[in-house]
């Protein structure tokens, strides 16, 4: 199940932790948001980019420069991400930030199930 990740959650039900390993050990800002855009279907937020590193104007040269897209008030698409009912779910969440949650059909769209129209 793929959940939208805040670093200082207090739900434990859509929140997780920032990446770790490989992406996390070699400080580089790039790599670790690389991964949590991966798992948040090509999204991260102005919050999360910054908790891992990247200063608020090099997030704005990428919009301008490198293609990545604005779908929320400080929510971002990195470039080739495809937009889809799961991204658009995943991008509202982000823009409220960790006091949002979905639920019911949405939730379940989230966890896997089949995604209605």
């Not at 798992?39 to 040269?61: C, E, F, H, I, K």
């Not at 990428?62 to 080739?80: E, I």
């Not at 799961?86 to 995604?115: H, K, N, S, Y």
């Amino acid at each position: 199940m793929r959940g939208i990740l805040y670093p200082q959650a207090r739900s434990s039900r859509l929140a997780g932790s920032l990446p770790t390993g490989e992406a996390a050990a070699n400080g580089s800002p790039t790599a670790s948001l690389s991964v949590l855009a991966q798992q948040q279907y090509g999204l991260v937020s102005l919050r999360q980019a910054v908790d891992l590193g990247l200063l608020a104007r090099t997030l704005q040269d990428r919009v301008q420069r490198q293609g990545w897209v604005r779908v929320h008030r400080g929510v971002y698409a990195l470039p080739g991400s495809v937009r889809s009912y799961e991204r658009d779910i995943a991008g509202a969440l982000l823009a409220v930030g960790p006091a949002a949650v979905a639920c019911r059909r949405t939730a379940a769209c989230l966890a896997g199930q089949p995604c209605g129209s």
